[in-house]
T-cell receptor, first 113, second 115 residues
Framework: KNQVEQSPQSLIILEGKNCTLQCNYTVSPFSNLRWYKQDTGRGPVSLTI?????NTKSNGRYTATLDADTKQSSLHITASQLSDSASYIC????????????FGAGTRLFVKA | GAGVSQSPSNKVTEKGKDVELRCDPISGHTALYWYRQSLGQGLEFLIY????????KSGLPSDRFSAERTGGSVSTLTIQRTQQEDSAVYLC?????????????FGPGTRLTVT
């Protein structure tokens, strides 16, 4: 069964600190992997998207990595800000010619002053 | 430009009543998706529309759930005889090209509470 698992479930860090969120997946055949940020009460917003051949992609203070061999991805947040407090969702798409997108349950990040 | 909009933002209904949730996708986007997000859970795929093709309804949890997309634009998700377990945030997304390879833009969601 295709699955996307994220860890930790929740995380509390101090403002200015770095953190890394993990995503493991069993989706096959793989098409791409996205990280979304979802603020409370809002819809998810895309941070990064990576295909099979990409190992790392950055978007400002967010850097995503992908190891397609081990089927693992991480999202690293540098110099965290209070506004980074949100849920971060890992999303993996199948490559079957049709639509199939599997969402992880997300990591809830709390950044404290 | 305008993003994906959904209405209402919040809906409280009594068990057994029918509800309709509306989604206005980004203009020109051919693909539209409905998801459900229960408290503390990941997004659960419900249904997918692509152009004039038959929708992928494989995610609908029961026959109480149905969705339409009129004129290839606005979509309505209908839940009949609501149950308490239907309480969740219902998210709509649209994308410019079919399939999972293109970014989905999400609306703010409709929070449904069934009492």
């Amino acid at each position: 069964k295709n699955q996307v698992e994220q860890s930790p479930q929740s995380l509390i860090i101090l403002e200015g600190k770095n953190c890394t969120l993990q995503c493991n997946y069993t989706v096959s055949p793989f098409s791409n992997l996205r990280w979304y940020k979802q603020d409370t009460g809002r819809g998810p917003v895309s941070l990064t998207i990576m295909t099979f051949s990409e190992n790392t992609k950055s978007n400002g203070r967010y850097t995503a990595t992908l190891d397609a061999d081990t089927k693992q991805s991480s999202l690293h947040i540098t110099a965290s800000q209070l506004s980074d407090s949100a849920s971060y969702i890992c999303v993996v798409s199948e490559n079957t010619g049709g639509f199939k997108t599997i969402f992880g349950a997300g990591t809830r990040l709390f950044v404290k002053a | 430009g305008a993003g994906v909009s959904q209405s209402p933002s919040n809906k409280v209904t009594e068990k057994g009543k029918d509800v309709e949730l509306r989604c206005d996708p980004i203009s020109g986007h051919t693909a539209l998706y409905w998801y459900r997000q229960s408290l503390g859970q990941g997004l659960e795929f419900l249904i997918y529309f692509q152009g004039n093709s038959a929708p992928d309804k494989s995610g609908l949890p029961s026959d109480r759930f149905s969705a339409e997309r009129t004129g290839g634009s606005v979509s309505t998700l209908t839940i009949q005889r609501t149950q308490q377990e239907d309480s969740a945030v219902y998210l709509c997304a649209s994308s410019g090209v079919a399939g999972g390879s293109y970014e989905q833009y999400f609306g703010p969601g409709t929070r449904l509470t069934v009492t």
